[in-house]
């Protein structure tokens, strides 16, 4: 069964989330004592650790060329998209079927969707373990990467609210893709492909982690194009 390892991590994702909220609830249920300056310090915590994981994965690319162009042409597409307004009418659209649930409404479960999604999808173990299980049906590596899904799921939930479950469709879908058509992409995805796939998506990440942080406001999504790029740029540097 090809697609396995892409429903357990889903599962995963969803028990996480569902688990973070289950928290959340409790915490205000027994009027727990976590006052906004806790949560403000969670959420630096978790900002800080995403910087860190966007550091750590974008020193892994060797080809700088590639990046540049992906994030230029790659951020290019993406206003020209607009995928962060969309997001945010997603969010929008979310938020007025689950008032309330989000972190402050809107911007809560839109912030939740997109943090999650791109933690989740972004890194060489998201693409190889893909591969493995469309082409062997060894679904090793998307077992133990759900594994690390569901504990990140159980913190960003708890902190984002209801917008990290829908993460879930999100790696449904993007791993799901890969597995289904990993006999016809697999001899574009060589290993060079994934370093450089990955190094633009950890890019991506630090952006996120800044506006974790309140450094700055990237429109992160308008910036994941770019990731895609290195299947077109590796074949020509």
Not at 74 to 89: F, M, P, S
Not at 180 to 190: D, M, N
Not at 207 to 232: C, E, H, R
Request: charged residues 10%; neutral net charge.
């Amino acid at each position: 069964m090809a697609m396995l390892g892409t429903i357990v991590n889903t599962a995963a994702v969803i028990a996480g989330s569902l688990l973070g909220m289950l928290i959340t609830a409790l915490t205000k249920k027994f009027q727990l004592n976590v006052s906004e300056r806790f949560s403000k310090r969670i959420m630096q915590a978790l900002g800080l650790c995403t910087l860190y994981i966007g550091i750590s994965g974008a020193l892994a690319g060797e080809n700088t060329l590639i990046l540049i162009l992906s994030m230029v042409i790659g951020t290019l597409i993406g206003e020209a998209l607009d995928l962060d307004e969309k997001i945010n009418r997603l969010g929008d659209y979310l938020e007025k079927r689950f008032q309330g649930t989000g972190k402050d409404g809107k911007k809560g479960i839109a912030e939740g969707f997109v943090s999650a999604s791109l933690l989740f999808c972004v890194g060489a173990m998201t693409i190889v373990g893909s591969l493995q299980s469309g082409l062997t049906g060894n679904h090793e590596t998307l077992f133990a990467k759900s594994m690390l899904d569901f504990v990140a799921a159980i913190v960003f939930a708890s902190s984002l609210g209801i917008g990290v479950i829908f993460s879930a469709a999100f790696v449904f879908i993007y791993q799901g893709a890969i597995t289904v058509l990993a006999q016809w992409i697999s001899p574009f995805l060589t290993d060079t492909v994934i370093q450089e796939m990955s190094c633009a998506g950890y890019v991506i990440i630090l952006a996120l982690g800044l506006n974790m942080l309140g450094i700055s406001k990237f429109k992160v999504m308008n910036f994941v194009p770019a990731i895609f790029l290195p299947i077109l740029f590796c074949q020509f540097f």
